[in-house]
């Protein structure tokens, strides 16, 4: 989908300002797009009350559920004075990120926006175990925002795997690059690719002698190159603007990020969860937290299977 109808912005009331909402009401401006301002609440000093009758806990919920969508429709009220068109959603639920995955379910959100936290000690942004729920479990596109503006004129950075040929990798690197394309367009960006690419595997070269680091490396170098340069003549994307380097995708995507100063990076999140998220790990989780601009987490069309 290149524009979005229905977004769910999750809002964190521990934190001072609200980047999501402010990235949201900025999204708003560019296109008629529908705004859910998402709290997901839960008190544990409720637990401490089923000495209470039913009726005077239930009435102790609802005061703090109203006094968060209180603070939450005075944060609203400016932009809804410019005409963006923003509900208010409080939910009571002790698990956040089930939650957000619960609204998308049932609400059918096309994105959801979230903001990650300060970190005091280390003066940089830091992803929560809710980031990461959301961003392996969210059935849309989510919105990682951090404090990078969306200027004009700007440049928007769409990861790939040109060199694969499963289904599930083309399909979701055609879905990077039109998403990636769209909002260009409406942010009036330039796109840019970045493919990465495994060096020699030593090992290999150690244990085969008529192994050939150079001539492997120059034949890897060469398919992955012509075939991130196969994506950018279908989209219309200029030589000039692929970025083929050797590397792992969580060093590789971030050079080149702060290389274009890109506002915003596109990448695929297989969303592998349990054991073989611990085993083959999210190449996007390793990549996110070494960004310092936006990032845009899309899933593969569901109805292609994933190894």
Not at 20 to 29: N, T, V, Y
Not at 37 to 64: C, N, P
Not at 104 to 125: A, E, W
Not at 176 to 204: C, E, F, S
């Amino acid at each position: 989908m290149a524009t979005y109808q229905d977004v769910l912005v999750v809002l964190d009331p521990s934190q001072p300002t609200q980047k999501a909402l402010d990235r949201a009401f900025e999204l708003a401006e560019h296109t008629a797009c529908r705004l859910t301002a998402f709290l997901s609440i839960y008190d544990f000093s409720y637990e401490m009350t089923t000495m209470l009758s039913g009726e005077e806990r239930e009435s102790m919920r609802q005061a703090v559920l109203t006094d968060r969508e209180i603070w939450i429709n005075e944060l609203v009220e400016p932009a809804r004075a410019k005409g963006i068109n923003v509900h208010v959603k409080v939910v009571w639920h002790n698990r956040p990120f089930e939650a957000v995955v619960k609204a998308v379910t049932d609400d059918g959100y096309d994105l959801v926006i979230k903001g990650p936290h300060n970190h005091d000690v280390l003066k940089s942004m830091i992803f929560t175990p809710t980031d990461w729920h959301i961003l392996r479990k969210c059935p849309c596109q989510v919105l990682l925002v951090k404090e990078h503006a969306w200027p004009s004129k700007g440049n928007i950075l769409a990861a790939v795997n040109a060199g694969s040929s499963q289904p599930h990798h083309l399909a979701l690197n055609n879905r990077i690059i039109r998403q990636a394309k769209a909002l260009a367009l409406m942010l009036q960006a330039d796109v840019h690719l970045v493919n990465a690419y495994p060096g020699t595997p030593i090992h290999v070269a150690i244990e085969i002698p008529e192994f050939n680091p150079a001539d492997y490396n120059d034949s890897m170098k060469s398919h992955h190159e012509d075939a991130a340069m196969v994506l950018a003549t279908e989209f219309g994307i200029p030589g000039t603007c692929v970025h083929v380097i050797e590397g792992m995708p969580e060093d590789v995507i971030p050079r080149i990020a702060g290389q274009i100063d890109a506002e915003m990076v596109v990448i695929g999140t297989i969303g592998r969860t349990g054991l073989s998220a611990a085993i083959i790990g999210n190449t996007a989780e390793h990549v996110i937290d070494r960004l310092d601009c936006d990032v845009l987490a899309l899933k593969p069309d569901s109805s292609i299977a994933i190894p």
